[in-house]
Nanobody, 124 residues
Framework: HVQLVESGGGLVQPGGSLRLSCAASGAGYRPTTMGWFRQAPGMEREGVAAISASGVSTNYADSVKGRFTISRLKDANILHLQMNGLKPDDSAMYYC??????????????????WGQGTQVTVS
């Protein structure tokens, strides 16, 4: 399995920006589809964005299209999520996930095997 550690969360005003990072490590790591997910209190975990192993292909939830950008550093085990135009509805715990076993660039949390502990994003 892969170990994933998120960072970059915090408190930001509406309209502001944050950049989340996820560092992957472990003997089981190799380039694979990765994704960002979020879960607000009392809500189901939902997919935000996914990126292919090469970093060329991406998939976004409709709610974040045009505002969020997922990226990964080639040959580095780092995943990013640039979040612009943040809204109060974006407040949630954000998780990084790896090893998609479902459809290509899936945004279904059940498709992913490995998860980080999360980083809190609060927009207020």
């Amino acid at each position: 399995h892969v170990q994933l550690v998120e960072s970059g969360g915090g408190l930001v005003q509406p309209g502001g920006s944050l950049r989340l990072s996820c560092a992957a490590s472990g003997a089981g790591y190799r380039p694979t589809t990765m994704g960002w997910f979020r879960q607000a209190p009392g809500m189901e975990r939902e997919g935000v964005a996914a990126i292919s192993a090469s970093g060329v292909s991406t998939n976004y939830a409709d709610s974040v299209k045009g505002r969020f950008t997922i990226s990964r550093l080639k040959d580095a085990n780092i995943l990013h999520l640039q979040m612009n135009g943040l809204k109060p509805d974006d407040s949630a715990m954000y998780y990084c996930a790896a090893w998609n076993t479902g459809p290509y660039l899936s945004l279904d949390p059940s498709s992913y095997r490995d998860w980080g502990q999360g980083t809190q994003v609060t927009v207020s």
